[in-house]
């Protein structure tokens, strides 16, 4: 998926040139014992990899909060604004079976980086439920319960009026741009989609009357 992402971010902000964060990627690098890369591309998206650590082997819980440490200590290394990171364990190389890889996705929300759930990459059709609920979790502190179960409502009506996110034209849904979205693996276009979707009930839950 780290690829999906850098094809993203240059494809939307060509003028951000990729730059390497040594100093991160050394404190990371100490932190983890192992050999650690940090480079920020398109101006608001970080990508890290962490080779040759013993922590790769380690329990998938810790390293979740391991993966979750390094996002916070990045937050806090570099003030410009983030959308998101990409925080990549390899066994020994970067190129290593891709499959064997331990990936953790954050978007960054209220200036706050929210580890993304393990969802099927393999799925197909309308959103899911369990797509749709991953971002919703994300939204229960801040809106009252009301709110919740008419942006919820909302994001499943525009799901099903949507389809399959592989044949979606990107100009029926406001906050998609066809040249980002053509980019995107079936995945990305499926994890983009739920936020831009529940952007949009957002705004319609907004409304006087709605609700």
């Known amino acids: 998926m780290s690829t999906v992402f850098l094809l993203t971010a240059l494809v939307s902000a060509c003028d951000f040139w990729p730059r390497d964060l040594e100093a991160l990627a050394e404190s990371i690098g100490q932190q983890t014992s ?31 909060t391991q ?3 390094i996002a916070e200590q990045a937050m806090a290394f570099d003030p410009a ?45 309308p959103l899911t439920p369990d797509e749709i609920d991953a971002v919703m979790e994300r939204l229960d502190d801040t809106l009252a319960d009301d709110q919740k179960t008419c942006v919820r409502e909302e994001v499943k009506k525009r799901a099903r009026a949507a389809g399959d996110p592989e044949l979606l034209d990107p100009a029926s849904v406001e906050f998609l741009t066809a040249e980002t979205w053509s980019a995107l693996d079936a995945f990305g276009k499926r994890l983009i989609l739920t936020q831009a979707l529940t952007t949009e009930a957002l705004f319609a839950c907004a409304e006087p009357g709605s609700g």
């Not at 990171?85 to 390899?90: E, L, N, Q, R, W």
């Open 67 to 69: 993966a979750i440490a």
């Open 81 to 125: 604004p983030l959308e998101s990171m990409v925080i990549t364990f390899y066994e020994r190389s970067v190129y290593d079976d891709e499959d064997t890889a331990r990936e953790f996705i954050f978007l960054v929300m209220d200036g706050r980086p929210m580890l993304q759930p393990d969802l099927d990459v393999e799925a197909t059709g």
């Open 34 to 64: 192992g050999e650690a890369t940090a480079w920020l591309v398109g101006g608001d998206i970080l990508l890290i990899t962490v080779t040759g650590s013993p922590l790769f082997q380690a329990d998938p819980s810790e390293l979740e």
